[in-house]
């Protein structure tokens, strides 16, 4: 199934059918010189770039839930949180989704896993979310595509892009273009056991049990 799309994916992608002005080529070029799509885009890609720290300004953004909600930082992350950016037409981004589906159900309770759709028009969400239960995908499906976008917030220039990000809405590691998922399951599980400056843990534990409510946040 999976092979299958793929090859569906790339055919589409191939074809074009618009023919472009010499400014049009100009552009394509120009767009082509600042990011990379379908393939690795960054050098750090297989080991993850780590980017936590204390100074991060808060995020704001909204991204469409299925049942059409405007959803936020406070309702993603409420815990350690893998965010996947893709579109349909992604090669690498379709080719790593049964890798993150792997994640969904291995850390369930522990960090948990959310794809965020970049296909455009009104009818992307949609789109993406039945072409991601076709793979068996399970974990949840949003749209960016509102007026305070999440890829400006949490500059994706490219996909895919997957971010590692805690309870309180930073980022902690960043891989552009295909990830090692071996790398993104052991920074998972790091950040899910907790801090090692004294703080109190968040409500997920890497053991897969629930802190009591006297030792919640």
Not at 26 to 48: Q, R, Y
Not at 100 to 118: C, P, Q, Y
Request: aromatic share 8%; with cysteine; proline share 7%.
């Amino acid at each position: 199934m999976v092979s299958r799309m793929l090859r569906t994916t790339r055919r589409f992608a191939s074809q074009t059918p618009t023919r472009l002005t010499p400014f049009g080529f100009f552009l394509v070029a120009m767009v082509g010189l600042v990011t990379v799509c379908l393939g690795p885009v960054a050098a750090h890609a297989a080991s993850g770039s780590e980017v936590g720290n204390e100074s991060q300004p808060p995020m704001d953004f909204r991204v469409l839930a299925a049942d059409g909600r405007h959803v936020g930082p406070v309702e993603l992350f409420d815990g350690p949180t893998l965010v996947d950016f893709w579109a349909t037409w992604c090669a690498p981004c379709v080719e790593s989704m049964p890798q993150l589906e792997s994640l969904h159900r291995e850390l369930a309770g522990v960090v948990d896993v959310v794809g965020i759709s970049v296909d455009r028009g009104f009818g992307g969400g949609v789109k993406a979310r039945r072409f991601a239960e076709r793979l068996g995908v399970t974990y949840p499906i949003y749209h960016d595509f509102t007026r305070a976008p999440a890829r400006v917030a949490l500059n994706i220039v490219a996909v895919p892009v997957l971010l590692l990000i805690d309870a309180d809405g930073r980022v902690i590691e960043r891989w552009d273009g295909e990830a090692d998922f071996a790398a993104v399951k052991s920074s998972a599980l790091r950040l899910a056991a907790g801090p090692a400056d004294g703080r109190a843990p968040d409500r997920r534990r890497a053991d897969g049990a629930t802190d009591t409510p006297a030792a919640s946040r």
